[in-house]
């Protein structure tokens, strides 16, 4: 029997399955990890000692799985994404990775290369405004302030095509995550946009681009000793732990959404045709711009993105300054609480915000709070924010060409009824929850599955196991709330901005 290997690499760990072609899961595997944080807006992970060794170590402990007279016929990763590793010509980092949009440290490369191409032509090209979520300012951030580095570096990669190298030897990066490196990529074109490329890159090589399915390559000997996989067998691109996560759970057509809870919030839709955004006009706190066009993980397809800089990083943070109960028990507190927290809101951006205000500078903010209000007070409305900040994303993904018409719900953040419910009710929204909930590991075994042609590329193996509906009993609530919470931003905007100059 073959059998498929998908690892994916996320922020606060990694995990692991072994699957069969038809989609059944026989084993799982997943190790925690730590991202680092060592000054306000960096966000950072050893690529070789986190990554690396994590795949290391569930490669090998899946593969003491495999049945008699069953083979390991492919595998696939994915990781948390985009991200830039650099690293010299043996594949040794040169430094710690920089995170996705959470690490906001390129905020002067990111109006310095703005300028220089000009914000409607990257538009143009790349479907969306740069912003900390794209890698180009944060190489041009390495080359500016660590010389030294740049000088050692000779190539970059994501965290999944810097794993497909250790594992093969090929560099290469899939569209998706190129879609993602902006200005370097042109996302209506599908293919690097050399000539901004030249420019940021300064001497770096560019990577072979292949399709998330693809196969680039084989497991070395060396990789295959490290990881137990055997000798030989195909590797596939993979690509951003968030698009292989919504390949898993069959968002595959036009209008389909997911949401995805977790550290942070993700949202992808497919679209139906490629869209340019409005220009953000650079002005921090504006939602226009704010959202991402970029490659799909099928061939020539598109997606629309947007991401939360906070999620449940929020409620870890609130768990522990708070005396670090018990998640049953801050969930029971949370759920004695009535909808509307008795009056207390939350700003969610606490580490600064990528959608939907596209403001590295923006802070959290808790208003209303009074003596009577309960640490169960502040979980609900650390959920209720989130849950606002993402009823005014939906609202600007509705008024794209493609509305959304179908929402599934995955992550980690599902454990929260609290949080899936007050999600529900504040969007208005039905959420589907499907059946398998491992997450990106999964899809990236249907990856691997369709890149050796043991299924066809049509192959869904998502199924719907409950449904979230909205409480019509807190419509009329949550939205007089949800106008109170919309000023709150704007309203707040120049105080935190002060305080978050005090921290450069």
């Not at 960096?42 to 070789?48: G, H, L, M, Q, T």
């Not at 509705?398 to 953040?413: C, I, K, L, M, N």
């Not at 909205?470 to 935190?496: F, M, Q």
């Amino acid at each position: 029997m073959d059998l498929f290997v998908g690892i994916d690499m996320g922020t606060g760990s990694t995990k692991g399955v072994l699957v069969t072609e038809d989609g059944v899961v026989l084993a799982s595997e997943q190790r925690a990890h730590e991202m680092s944080l060592p000054r306000p807006g960096w966000a950072e992970v050893d690529a070789e000692a986190v990554w690396w060794a994590d795949v290391c170590a569930i490669a090998s402990s899946l593969t003491a799985e495999v049945p008699a007279g069953s083979r390991v016929a492919a595998m696939c990763v994915s990781g948390v994404g985009p991200c830039l590793v650099l690293t010299d010509a043996d594949l040794n980092p040169v430094r710690s990775a920089i995170l996705y949009g959470i690490d906001s440290r390129a905020h002067a490369e990111i109006a310095e290369l703005t300028a220089l191409f000009g914000e409607a032509e990257i538009l143009r090209r790349c479907g969306k405004s740069l912003s900390s979520q794209a890698v180009g300012p944060k190489i041009e951030w390495v080359r500016k302030n660590e010389p030294e580095n740049f000088a050692r570096a000779s190539k970059w990669f994501g965290s999944n095509s810097y794993v497909v190298a250790k594992l093969t030897g090929e560099y290469i990066q899939d569209h998706h995550t190129a879609s993602q490196c902006d200005p370097l990529y042109s996302v209506r074109e599908f293919g690097w946009n050399t000539e901004w490329s030249d420019r940021v890159l300064d001497g770096l090589d560019l990577p072979r681009l292949a399709w998330p399915s693809e196969i680039v390559g084989k497991v070395s000997a060396d990789a295959a000793a490290s990881t137990g996989i055997p000798v030989g067998t195909p590797v596939v691109a993979g690509t951003v732990d968030a698009y292989a996560e919504a390949f898993s759970v069959g968002v595959r057509h036009p209008g389909d959404l997911m949401l995805m809870y977790g550290s942070t919030m993700f949202l992808v839709q497919v679209l139906a045709e490629y869209r340019t955004p409005a220009p953000t006009g650079r002005s921090a706190g504006s939602t226009s711009g704010a959202l991402w066009t970029t490659t799909g993980v099928e061939k020539g397809t598109y997606a629309l993105a947007a991401g939360t800089s906070t999620a449940g990083s929020l409620t870890t943070w609130l768990q522990t300054v708070t005396g670090g109960a018990s998640f049953d028990e801050l969930m029971r507190e949370a759920s004695a609480v009535p909808a509307g927290s008795d009056g207390l809101l939350v700003l969610p951006y606490l580490a600064g915000e990528r959608t939907p205000v596209f403001d590295p500078d923006a802070r959290g903010v808790m208003a209303g709070l009074t003596l009577r209000h309960t640490r169960g007070h502040m979980f609900r409305a650390a959920y209720e924010g989130i849950s606002f900040g993402i009823r005014q994303i939906l609202e600007m993904f509705d008024d794209s060409d493609t509305p959304v018409t179908r929402a599934v719900a995955v992550g980690g953040g599902l454990r929260s009824p609290v949080w899936a419910q007050a999600l529900s009710d504040i969007t208005g929204r039905t959420q589907l929850v499907p059946t398998q909930a491992i997450g990106a590991s999964y899809g990236d075994g249907l990856l691997a599955a369709i890149g050796v042609g043991a299924v066809s590329p049509e192959t869904d193996w998502a199924t719907v196991a409950s449904e979230i509906p909205p409480n019509p009993e807190h419509k009329a609530l949550y939205d007089d709330l949800y106008g109170n919470w919309c000023e709150l931003y704007p309203s707040t905007r120049k105080i935190v901005h002060a305080g978050a100059q005090l921290t450069r």
